[in-house]
């Protein structure tokens, strides 16, 4: 890449992410390290940084850096905890998630990009982030409880598994709407064994794919 990566991840940052409200430190902070020109295709690298989502391949998306920030913040990571995501993609919100500390279980239902993901988190030495092939919106019942849950695809409904695989105290965070490809993106928390849901705002992911998705 001819343009300096680090210059256009401090554009993103301050433009798309400050500017707009985001105010977690660490979430800001992890965002400018985090070279998220290598989640995505070579021939892509330039456009890392702009302010839409990208392919990468198979009909799937990277997230709008804004919305990686929006969740990661409303998701209130602290290092050490168990966080589960669906919907690994290209890793880059798992590896947001591992700079915070926390030990990362990600679920992706496609083979390849399953694959591509767990070498390219390997290959930038994190090795707190566990990538499994399966339909997440069941859930990881062997390592559950989770103190927080990420997904980053709309389904129709809020799995029933991951509330269950939600623990005491824990966030989940996630698209849901009647529609393909429109959501509200919902905050949902357990606190004295009540469930909580709040909406956040309208959101746009790819499908949730699975027995409790599309
Ligand atoms: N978090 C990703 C972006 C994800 S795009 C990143 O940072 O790059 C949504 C992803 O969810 C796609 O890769 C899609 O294949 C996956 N997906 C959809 N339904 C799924 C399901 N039931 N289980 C696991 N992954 C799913």
Same mark, same amino acid.
């Not at 400018?32 to 995505?40: I, M, N, Q, S, T």
């Not at 669906?86 to 880059?92: L, V």
């Not at 909580?196 to 909406?199: D, F, V, W």
């Not at 705002?201 to 746009?204: F, R, S």
């Given at each position: ?12 940052v301050d ?6 409200g985001?105010?977690? *430190? ?5 965002m ?6 290598? +989640?995505?295709e070579?021939?892509?690298a330039k456009?890392?940084?702009k ?11 990277i997230s709008?850096?804004y919305i ?8 209130q990571?602290e290092?050490?905890?168990?966080v589960?995501e ?9 590896a947001v998630?591992?700079k ?8 992706e239902?496609?083979?390849k990009?399953?694959?591509? *993901?767990?070498d390219?988190?390997?290959?930038m030495?994190? +090795? ?10 069941l859930g990881?019942?062997?390592i *559950?409880? +989770? ?5 980053t ?13 939600l ?12 529609t ?5 993106l ?9 469930v909580?849901?709040?909406?956040v705002?309208?959101?746009?992911f790819?499908?949730?794919?699975g027995?409790?998705g599309?």
């Open positions: 890449m001819r343009v300096d990566p680090r210059r256009m991840r401090e554009r993103m433009e798309q992410i400050v500017a707009r985001i105010t977690d *430190a660490r979430v800001i902070s992890v400018r390290e985090l070279p998220r020109h290598l +989640f995505v070579e021939a892509m456009q890392a940084y302010d839409n989502p990208l392919p990468i391949g198979e009909g799937q998306t709008q850096p990686v920030a929006l969740m990661t913040e409303l998701l990571v290092p050490g905890m168990k589960l669906i919907g690994t993609g290209s890793g880059y919100q798992a998630l591992a915070l500390g926390a030990d990362v279980h990600t679920v239902r496609i083979p990009l399953c694959e591509s *993901a767990r390219r988190l390997r290959a030495g994190l +090795f707190n982030v566990h990538v499994k092939l399966d339909d997440g919106t990881w019942p062997s *559950a409880p +989770f103190d927080r849950i990420l997904v695809a709309g389904g129709p409904e809020v799995p029933p598994p991951l509330v269950d695989q623990a005491e105290g824990g966030r989940l965070v996630l698209p849901v709407g009647p393909h490809r429109l959501q509200s919902l905050l949902i928390e357990k606190k004295g064994g009540q909580q849901r709040r909406e705002c309208g959101v746009q790819v499908d949730l794919v027995a409790h599309w």
